[in-house]
């Protein structure tokens, strides 16, 4: 397989940030790279640590009692920065929901992490074990 220059390598895959996950101020991630180069995105050492990190995003809006596709995409990816609405849609179209069906996101984890995953590169380069792995990272 031939790998692609670097350049057309997207940035959450660069990153080993498949989920575009931001930086804030004092918030370390476990599994982030001790340098971090990019202004605006967290680099992890692998992808399962971003992985983890998309896991945990989406256990802590079920924490604050979002429970619909529409709920959760709607705060991951605002309207300011994204087509929110095409965004749901995708999703909701690899998860196989309506977009205000209720559900336990612990349900539909991998499915969802993909539909992220591929909305906010363009791809999803990761095989179900990689996917696997870094949602059980997210256990600690």
Not at 3 to 15: E, K, Q, Y
Not at 39 to 62: L, N, W
Not at 63 to 78: F, K, M, V
Request: aromatic share 8%; with cysteine.
């Amino acid at each position: 397989m031939i790998t692609p220059p670097v350049a057309h390598v997207p940035r959450g895959i660069r990153l080993n940030n498949p989920g575009n996950v931001r930086r804030v101020d004092g918030l370390i991630w476990k599994g982030q790279e001790q340098t971090q180069d990019d202004p605006d995105f967290v680099q992890f050492v692998t992808p399962e640590y971003g992985i983890r990190a998309i896991c945990r995003i989406m256990r802590s809006y079920k924490r604050e009692g979002l429970n619909t596709i529409s709920q959760a995409i709607g705060r991951w990816a605002p309207q300011s920065e994204n087509n929110t609405s095409a965004y749901i849609s995708e999703v909701c179209s690899s998860c196989q929901l309506g977009a205000n069906d209720p559900v336990d996101f612990d349900q539909i984890m991998p499915q969802l992490i993909k539909a992220i995953i591929f909305q906010e590169n363009g791809q999803q380069p990761y095989s179900d074990d990689t996917i696997t792995k870094g949602i059980s990272l997210a256990s600690s």
